[in-house]
């Protein structure tokens, strides 16, 4: 069955569908658990209340319904298939995919250099693997980011995105060689860096572009069997996050308490959504009341040569993220650092401004949904990278962040380059030549 057969999408890619999968359980969880449990189990109090976790509820359902809406009429037929690109557009595509994989491999040589010249060397890497223990390694600063240049490591997400549509379409071996390395080389970054997101951030765009292409271009049971998916997703990404936390957290903290590693890893998964919501309520506690909006447009403040002017504090009198780390040191747990994603708009908002902003921004990716299921290359490029945020949002408002802008940067001009692609010209018969006799 293809699109032109009327098909939707997949559930739990939607907006409102992915929303609806992590919003509900994990704020649940964190209205659950007590405030002794907070305290033995994550070293913060409990200071979320009934009256915000019905406020963050009702700002998700407003995102819920602003991104319904979109859905709401027939999905349009896409007879040349998902995505909708042309001989022509599919070459230059596969360019910019030459491109942007050469200038990711180019600031992972920077994050690379940059870390040998602060002193790492490849006995620690040894060390990590030997002691499984990553908690107390140097390497994070070490190979700290590099402003303007190891941020080129982010252009990975954009290259997963156009690889993942490329190989839609067929088989590649150097698009699927390439494919690995940039995977391999954000799994590096996980399990030494302790940095989950930068395998996160890679993996859900792919998986988002795997469904749609075998929702719309397989047969009918492979399409059906991708609308079950979450069933062995979420058991999945529990396996992998135990997995990493072995190295990051568990060989510590064996030492200073007692239980089982699965009861371990199952508590601190809960730990990070219930104390996001929890550090949200800290924030909307002790916030001052700036004027100028922060979280929600992170990614402007820290932008080059804007964050070298310090522009925020200016305008403000805040220094942000300092200001938070410092709350999080007197009030909660700086360990576990999110600040809550459904928090951050009535942070920078207000209660009515973060309602409005959960009902606009819902509208827009549904949208964008909308658009990508249809085949638009522009949203078909975007949207895998912002269902990354869909997924995150209890624990971050991952569109606002610096780290996201290179690849929507990166893929907005291969949009532009691809769309610029010309029909090739329609070649005219040539004239038969009557014989005489």
């Known amino acids: 069955m293809s699109a032109a057969d009327g098909r939707a999408g997949v559930w739990w890619l939607s907006p409102a569908g992915a929303v609806l999968l992590v919003v509900p359980a994990t704020l649940v969880l964190a209205v659950f658990f007590d405030d002794a449990y907070f305290r033995q189990s994550w070293g913060t109090p409990k200071v979320l209340t009934p009256a915000t976790a019905w406020l963050f509820a009702l700002g998700a359902a407003l995102f819920c319904l602003g991104a319904l809406w979109p859905l709401l009429r027939s999905p349009a037929s896409a007879a040349g298939g998902w995505p909708q690109l042309t001989a022509a557009q599919r070459s230059r595509l596969r360019r910019a995919a030459t491109v942007v994989f050469r200038l990711t491999v180019v600031g992972y040589l920077a994050m690379a250099a940059a870390g040998v010249a602060r002193g790492a060397r490849p006995a620690q890497l040894l060390t990590v693997l030997t002691d499984q223990d990553a908690f107390d390694s140097t390497l994070r600063l070490q190979f700290a980011p590099v402003t303007g240049v190891t941020t080129l490591t982010q252009l990975g997400i954009a290259y997963v995105v156009l690889a993942a549509v490329l190989l839609s379409s067929g088989r590649d071996r150097g698009l699927e060689l390439r494919l690995a390395l940039v995977l391999f080389l954000a799994l590096l970054r996980t399990y030494f860096l302790t940095e989950r997101l930068a395998v996160l951030e890679l993996l859900i765009p792919l998986v988002a572009v795997a469904a749609l292409a075998i929702s719309y271009r397989a047969g009918r049971i492979p399409a059906r069997l991708v609308q079950l998916a979450p069933f062995l997703l979420v058991p999945a990404v529990v396996a992998v996050f135990s997995a990493f936390e072995y190295s990051r957290s568990w060989v510590f903290y064996s ?96 209660t009515v401004g973060g309602l409005a902003f959960f009902l606009v921004v819902g509208s827009l990716l549904g949208l964008a949904y909308r658009a990508c299921c249809d085949g638009h290359l522009l949203a078909v490029l975007l949207y895998p990278v912002l269902a990354t945020g869909l997924f995150e949002m209890p624990r971050y408002l991952y569109w606002g962040q610096g780290r996201v802008l290179p690849t929507l940067l990166a893929l907005l001009l291969t949009w532009w380059y691809v769309s610029r692609a010309r029909p090739p010209r329609p070649t005219s018969p040539r004239p038969t030549l009557r014989s005489t006799t």
Do not use: C, K, M
Request: no cysteine.
């Open 255 to 350: 030492q200073h308490r007692g239980g089982s590693f699965v009861q371990f890893a199952l508590d601190r998964l809960a730990g990070y959504y219930g104390t996001a919501y929890n550090n949200g309520q800290l924030a909307l506690l002790h916030d001052e009341g700036g004027s100028v909006p922060y979280g929600s447009i992170e990614g402007f403040w820290t932008a080059p040569g804007i964050a070298q002017l310090h522009l925020y504090t200016l305008l403000t009198g805040r220094s942000e993220p300092d200001d938070f780390s410092t709350l999080l040191q007197q009030y909660g747990n700086p360990e576990f650092n999110s600040p809550g994603g459904v928090a951050i708009p009535f942070l920078d908002y207000g």
